[in-house]
């Protein structure tokens, strides 16, 4: 019930009216039914890079294709727990393994090896020099370095050529060899690999004098020996020793000359050794 004032307002004279309840929501929102089987399944793209986050790979691969420039797409196998997933049969069956797919952009790949040197047979190399070609035509390039030296340690004394004579002091006398300091008693070597075509003293100055025939016109001499240790028709080997230095012919002291012939012409020993 309620009274009007003087004011006309109007105020009640009873007890006020009990609040309606609120009516409780109980029934839940319609939800998918699939909602939550989608949630638990990842993409591939999801799989690879929570496999590469959890292994490392995907840092370390980020720095090697830093470095290197290499563009790679790889597909991981799914062989580990992480990507294998239950295709739902019954047997429960893994998916088969996809090997890695590899592809590179811009890469240089060097397959040459090491360069492999060996030191060849000097005597065949010389063998095959003179077979090939006239031993009057083979040139100074292909001949050098055929020779071995006739002694352990050369020190040139007298070079080939036109010279002043030792002997008289005259000028142009035509030195036929190579002269090289040796004291008396020196070792001296076979050239290479050859027959011994003389032995002896010889008569136009070379004094105690050994000739080696090499085959194909090729030989050498050497000359002013103190004594020889071959004789004629022996066969001798590359650095064997066939003699001793000595002065002796038309020499002033102590060393060996030192000749090579060829087809009987002396030619520059230095472009032979």
């Keep these: 019930m309620t009274t009007q004032t003087a004011r006309g307002r109007r105020r009640a004279s009873g007890p006020a009216p009990e609040p309606r309840p609120a009516a409780a929501v109980m029934a839940d929102r319609p939800r998918d039914a699939h909602r939550d089987e989608r949630r638990g399944r990842r993409s591939p793209f999801r799989q690879v890079t929570d496999f590469a986050a959890a292994s490392g790979v995907g840092q370390k691969a980020g720095i090697a294709l830093a470095a290197t420039g290499l563009v790679l797409t790889v597909t991981v196998p799914a062989t580990g727990p992480v990507?294998?997933?239950?295709?739902g049969s019954p047997s429960g069956s893994v998916s088969a393994a996809v090997q890695p797919d590899v592809t590179a952009a811009e890469a240089k790949i060097d397959f040459n090896r090491t360069a492999i040197t060996t030191q060849g047979d000097p005597d065949g190399k010389l063998k095959q020099l003179l077979s090939a070609q006239s031993v009057g035509s083979i040139t100074r390039a292909a001949s050098s370095g055929s020779?071995?030296?006739?002694?352990?340690?050369?020190?040139?004394?007298?070079?080939?050529?036109?010279?002043?004579?030792?002997?008289?002091?005259g000028s142009g006398e035509f030195h036929r060899g190579q002269d090289y300091s040796a004291q008396c008693g020196t070792a001296v070597h076979a050239a290479a690999s050859g027959t011994v075509t003389f032995t002896g003293w010889h008569p136009y100055g070379g004094g105690n004098r050994v000739v080696i025939d090499h085959g194909n016109g090729l030989e050498t001499?050497?000359?002013?020996?103190?004594?020889?240790?071959?004789?004629?028709?022996?066969?001798?080997?590359?650095?064997?020793?066939?003699?001793?230095?000595?002065?002796?012919?038309?020499?002033?002291?102590?060393?060996?000359?030192?000749?090579?012939?060829?087809?009987?012409?002396?030619?520059?020993?230095?472009?032979?050794?």
């Design 83 to 87: 990507m294998a997933t239950n295709t």
């Design 147 to 169: 020779l071995g030296a006739p002694l352990d340690q050369m020190k040139t004394a007298s070079p080939f050529g036109y010279r002043v004579s030792p002997i008289t002091g």
């Design 221 to 273: 001499t050497y000359n002013h020996l103190s004594s020889s240790s071959v004789k004629v028709g022996q066969q001798v080997s590359r650095g064997d020793a066939v003699a001793l230095s000595g002065t002796t012919g038309a020499s002033t002291g102590c060393h060996l000359h030192f000749e090579v012939m060829v087809n009987g012409e002396v030619v520059d020993p230095t472009g032979w050794l």
